[in-house]
């Protein structure tokens, strides 16, 4: 069974370049979560997806920042015209359904953006 | 004032010390308690969680909630080289929430 994958793993973008990094759950998870993690920080919740529905967005920057869970295929998540600011891993993470005990977030190896 | 504290390191021990990592929170909300590592260049992998109060052991790990003092710790027995790797806390108000981390503590052990 696959882990979570996340690609590209390394992302180099101009400032004013929009970025997309994309997410593939584990087999059987419709949860996707991402963090974005500052050089020398701890992780930063930005969004938490089910397939098509935006469940907490309550980290997500209010500009340039967007993600979306489609029926089919990965989570994205996009950065339009990135700004030196914006370098930092990204990471996602799944879950299975929620159920009533705790469910683990399975992490994903990191999507580094860098701009220059 | 961060919801979640916890010294950053880094922390050096020689091989077969007993690690000691904690971290403090200010929320009462939180209810899940869960200590993730993470080598460098690498995503997290969680090693315990706890649901509420109270102690759980797993092989040379345990995990300890304190509720009332709103604190929670990580005990590492015998460690190897190869538990060199920064140790993040991190916790959640609800199963499926969004996980609220401290900043890591780097730890170091030396054969």
């Known amino acids: 069974n696959a882990g979570v994958m996340q690609n590209p793993r390394h992302l180099v973008r101009r400032r004013g370049q929009e970025a997309r990094l994309r997410c593939s759950p584990m087999k059987g998870h419709s949860h996707v979560y991402w963090y974005r993690q500052l050089p020398e920080e701890g992780l930063k919740f930005m969004v938490y997806?089910?397939?098509?529905?935006?469940?907490?967005e309550s980290g997500m920057p209010k500009e340039r920042f967007s993600a979306e869970f489609p029926k089919e295929g990965p989570s994205i998540l996009r950065i339009q015209q990135v700004v030196r600011g914006d370098s930092a891993a990204y990471f996602c993470?799944?879950?299975?359904?929620?159920?009533?005990?705790?469910?683990?977030?399975?992490f994903g190896p990191g999507t580094r953006l860098t701009v220059l | 004032q961060k919801e979640v504290e916890q010294d950053p390191g880094p922390l050096s021990v020689p091989e077969g010390a007993i690690v000691s990592l904690n971290c403090t929170y200010s929320n009462s909300a939180f209810q899940y308690f869960m200590w993730y590592r993470q080598y460098s260049r690498k995503g997290p992998e969680l090693l315990m969680y706890?649901?509420?109060?109270g102690n759980k052991e797993d092989g040379r790990f345990t995990a300890q909630v304190d509720k009332s003092s709103k604190y929670i710790s990580l005990f590492i027995r015998d460690s190897q080289p190869s538990d060199s790797a920064t140790y993040l806390c991190?916790?959640?108000?609800?199963?499926?929430?969004?996980?609220?981390f401290g900043g890591g503590t780097r730890v170091l052990v030396k054969p």
């Open positions: 997806l089910q397939k098509e529905n935006i469940i907490d």
């Open positions: 993470a799944s879950s299975p359904v929620i159920g009533g005990d705790y469910n683990e977030q399975f």
């Open positions: 706890t649901y509420s109060s």
């Open positions: 991190a916790m959640s108000k609800a199963a499926g929430n969004k996980l609220t």
